[in-house]
DNA sequence: CCATTTTATGGGAATGTTCCCATTTTAATA
DNA sequence: TATTAAAATGGGAACATTCCCATAAAATGG
């Protein structure tokens, strides 16, 4: 079906050398008079020569792929991380493969298979918000495969992982609700299997002990981040006797879609219940009123997962440290807590 | 590096038959008996074995990977694209690596030879809004890989191309405004090498005549697209002495944009000045108001190009025929328009 | 029970590179 | 100028698979 490429046994034959000192002048190698390396370069040039990738990946038994799992696209959180990997990553020579799962455990461990099968040099993953069992991801780490987590990482996995500082980001949160004078705080956690629902769970209860305010526990809901769900239990939070006066919600969309919800009960934000969210999504500035949310550095995420790979890579399994790397996170106040 | 991966010449020995009885083995060639089939098989699965994807792709000159190009990835339009077009794909053995542009042609060109260095057997490609030459394209073409536009498409190449109808949905979106008794219709207009933007005008165009409004050339402003440039453009138009008293934006970020700038001046939306977009994007019911829009089939487009990308693979060369599907479009009306 | 067909297996070329180990050419040194 | 070292090139194995052709084994038919 696709025409006869040209290949380099073609151009050896065509200069009269042998195949050899042709690979050596097209890969670089210094072993190659100037004059013989210009002329291979030409012709290889003028007869549109390109390089049989299958063939050296067979002989190098590397594919120069990276591949990246991602829970979702749909909101710019990933997208944005996606692109700071890819920064990286192909200024060292490396493409991405990018994958994403659609929240779907089952969908997550056929990507990580299609990852296996392509032979990719690494792997970046966050998992999906159902992912409990690890054994597809363990099966690169057996087969010296190196994976480096971010975002939704495996705690019990001895793989290096860049997260943002949760706990500090929901203490900060809360603090902030607590110092402009909101008394029932509550919070909208995420599924406890994700570490970082319990990461924020446990900075929401630090911050309110520091402050001496007496946990509610009516008032945290763990719920599965679907977000038919938001509305129910927002419902029912300002169905309780004492409902809330502020509301702080694992992430920017779960934050939003209870403002709508609170919005159509006719009360206000933030006077009657003030609301944060977390990671500062694009969203959070456009909507009516803009979000108050603690930013993370999310460009910087990928860059910083994509850099550990790549030092795996290079590094013989032997000597492999899974470090985490803990980013800073920022408060960013709104309208939706200061009027 | 890596540890030793188990090759068919591994099982072979260990079971005493050919490489070749284990490669039909593996790969379901009916000339195998049962029993050794099953052998085989077991033996594969008991030892981990791994197909070498690299030496397959090496001699049947394939990679089942398609590669697809998209300019952004920030909204959320070829996120979905992609996750229409992954679905198809994967539901036929193939694999999608993605790689996105950031609106700048010089990534465009490079991400194309990336491409073609992994040798993908097909390419879907929106280009970007600077993209001018396509020659990078063109290459795929006459190395016998098939390409598929979808969205922002290139009209001179000859080959398949997956669009929403523009003019028609344009049509209908100013349709609505003059409907609602608006008179002065501005648009602010998108970069005209794309073909969408030319086309979208044109249906502005058309719904004008039809509803005999005549055409004031000073409404009209067509811009690249960058979001810092909107503020600039609705200012002036707000100043003009007679102002418009609706806007027809190329797309829903720009409406958005324009929104923030109309409301900052005190205007009232619908009431002072209607806005519509186009696309429907998710931020265009959550922002305040919410947003008129054109909705487009966005997952089934990426479904679409996927589909007609895959019959190519499957055809010779010679059959190859240039069909453009034009998707239909949908009239979403929101607050902005109708109070 | 032998000839013939069908079914099952083996051998080996081919895929396009890289890279090691010769070998040849060129340059440097005595 | 002969000797040695350095630089440049060539030959061929190796990478893991597929697939064609040959051969062997089993089944079928007269």
Chains 1, 2 share one sequence.
């Not at 190698?29 to 390396?37: G, S």
Request: charged share 25%.
């Amino acid at each position: 079906m696709k025409s006869h490429q040209i290949t380099i046994k073609d151009i050896a034959k065509q200069l009269n050398l042998s195949k050899s000192t042709v690979s050596r002048a097209l890969t670089g190698h210094p072993m190659v008079k100037e004059e013989t390396r210009k002329l291979v370069l030409e012709f290889a040039e003028k007869s549109d020569y390109q390089k049989n990738s299958f063939a050296i990946n067979l002989v190098t038994q590397k594919s120069n792929l990276i591949g990246i799992l991602v829970p979702e696209f749909l909101s710019t959180y990933f997208p944005k991380v996606i692109i700071g990997a890819q920064n990286k990553i192909s200024s060292e020579g490396y493409n991405l493969i990018i994958a994403q799962s659609n929240e779907s455990y089952e969908t997550e461990v056929s990507n990580a298979r299609v990852m296996m099968a392509n032979q990719v040099d690494g792997l970046l993953v966050s998992v999906t918000k159902e992912t409990r069992n690890f054994e597809h991801l363990m099966a690169f780490k057996r087969k010296g495969i190196p994976i480096v987590f971010y975002n939704r990482v495996c705690e019990d996995m001895d793989v290096p992982k860049v997260v943002v500082d949760d706990y500090d980001g929901a203490f900060r949160a809360v603090e902030h609700l607590i110092k402009i004078g909101k008394k029932r705080i509550a919070h909208l956690a995420g599924p406890d299997n994700l570490s970082i629902s319990r990461r924020r769970l446990n900075g929401y209860y630090a911050a309110l002990r520091k402050y001496n305010i007496p946990v509610d526990e009516e008032l945290i809901i763990s719920y599965d981040l679907t977000m038919e769900k938001v509305k129910i239990y927002i419902n029912h939070l300002l169905n309780l006797p004492k409902p809330p006066d502020a509301l702080f919600a694992i992430n920017d969309p779960t934050a939003i879609e209870a403002m709508q919800v609170i919005k159509k009960r006719g009360l206000r934000i933030p006077e009657d219940i003030a609301v944060i969210g977390f990671s500062n999504d694009q969203l959070s500035e456009l909507i009516e009123p803009s979000l108050t949310t603690i930013a993370q550095p999310v460009y910087k995420i990928g860059e910083t997962a994509a850099e550990l790979l790549l030092n795996l890579i290079k590094t013989d399994i032997s000597l492999w440290k899974p470090i985490t790397k803990t980013m800073p996170t920022e408060l960013v106040i709104r309208k939706s807590t200061i009027g």
